[in-house]
């Protein structure tokens, strides 16, 4: 009997593996990573960025920027074309947790659009 028991646990131990994988599809969360708190994301690495290009962008007449999928930023120039900004964002939020990080910023008084690719944020 000792032998049934040891071979149920790996198993059981799998299937619960499995499960959970599943569930964080389902849920939206990205296989195999750890969950991302778009709040946390934002204090502890999206703030001092934000805040720095905010200022420098809209002493030179800017009132937005794109975030892409990889962190990098861009502004949109006079001639309708974009330009990387100075900065990017490390560790970005992947794409399934954009709803909430539009919450996020929508908080701190942005206002934010996520988009196909980017994510459109105004001041």
């Known amino acids: 009997m000792p032998g049934m028991v040891t071979t149920r646990v790996p198993a059981a131990a799998a299937l619960m593996r499995a499960f959970v994988c599943v569930?964080?599809?389902a849920v939206g969360q990205p296989p195999n990573r750890q969950p991302v708190n778009p709040r946390i994301w934002f204090?502890?690495?999206g703030r001092a960025v934000l805040e720095?290009?905010?200022t420098d962008l809209n002493s030179r007449g800017h009132s937005s920027l794109t975030a892409q999928e990889n962190g990098e930023i861009f502004?949109?120039?006079k001639e309708n074309e974009t330009e990387p900004a100075k900065e990017a964002f490390?560790?970005?939020p992947e794409k399934v947790y954009w709803p909430q990080l539009v919450k996020v910023l929508e908080s701190e008084g942005y206002a934010a659009d996520a988009r196909?690719?980017?994510i459109l944020v105004s001041w």
């Open 116 to 118: 196909d690719a980017d």
């Open 90 to 92: 490390l560790d970005f």
């Open 43 to 45: 204090e502890t690495r």
């Open 23 to 25: 569930m964080d599809f």
């Open 52 to 54: 720095a290009l905010v």
């Open 75 to 77: 502004v949109q120039t």
